[in-house]
């Protein structure tokens, strides 16, 4: 059985640019959630999907968003590139939740601004 | 709101011995999980192990297991015979059982050195 799948694996875009990020959950998830995982500042989350709706967001500011499709799959898509948004994104997913089901890791994208 | 804190940046262990990772949290829930996930050099968060709180038995999966305590708030990972396929950072995760905000909250990791 496949398990989360990220592209692409490596991202380098220019300050002030966009980039979309994509997210393939394990086949019978229904949930997507996004992780920024910064140099020194640990794994902080973003965002929750399920359903195709947005469930729950981090502390990030709006030019971070995403959608959920109606096969599950995800993408983030980050506006306004700054380069402390230079980072491992992972890409997770569960069954629903609300009963504690474990969450799935994808290997990650890096994105690198610069 | 949940905090996780992992007291140990970096330990190291000679191979076949035991280590023990330390994890305390902070929560006013009295449901919820806790988790271990290992991140090796090729970055993918792997599920070492977890452990819902309404049990009172600690989890253990082959040579992993954990020490959960409730009322101190702990939750230690206990590695057994390191290999040097053990080598990674690992963090410790919280997660409230419901409540329409499932998000997993992660301490800041402790990186684990086996030695040959």
């Known amino acids: 059985e496949a398990g989360v799948t990220q592209s692409p694996t490596h991202l380098i875009k220019t300050r002030g640019q966009q980039a979309t990020l994509r997210c393939s959950p394990i086949s019978g998830h229904t949930s997507v959630y996004w992780y920024q995982q910064a140099l020194g500042l640990g794994l902080q989350f973003l965002l929750w999907?399920?359903?195709?709706?947005?469930?729950n967001r981090g502390n990030f500011p709006p030019r971070f968003s995403g959608r959920q499709f109606p096969n599950y799959s995800s993408e983030l898509n980050v506006n306004a590139l700054e380069l402390e948004d230079s980072a491992l994104y992972l890409c997770?997913?569960?069954?629903?939740?609300?009963?504690?089901?474990?969450?799935?890791f994808g290997e990650g994208s890096w994105l690198t601004v610069v | 709101a949940q905090t996780v804190t992992q007291s140990q940046p970096e330990m190291s262990v000679q191979e076949a011995e035991t280590v023990t990772l330390s994890c305390t949290y902070d929560?006013?829930?009295?449901?919820?999980?806790l988790f271990w996930y290992k991140q090796p050099p090729s970055r993918q968060m792997i599920l070492v192990i977890r452990?819902?709180?309404?049990?009172?038995q600690n989890a253990t999966e082959n040579r992993f297991s954990v020490n959960f305590q409730k009322a101190a708030k702990s939750f230690s990972l206990k590695i057994s015979d390191s290999q040097l396929g053990d080598t990674a950072m690992y963090f410790c995760?919280?997660?409230?059982?419901?409540?329409?905000?499932?998000?997993?909250?992660f301490g800041k990791g402790t990186k684990l050195t086996v030695n040959p």
């Open positions: 997770a997913s569960s069954l629903l939740l609300g009963v504690g089901n474990t969450i799935y």
């Open positions: 995760a919280f997660m409230k059982h419901a409540g329409g905000s499932e998000k997993l909250v």
């Open positions: 929560t006013s829930e009295n449901n919820y999980y």
């Open positions: 452990q819902e709180a309404y049990k009172q």
């Open positions: 999907y399920d359903e195709g709706e947005e469930r």
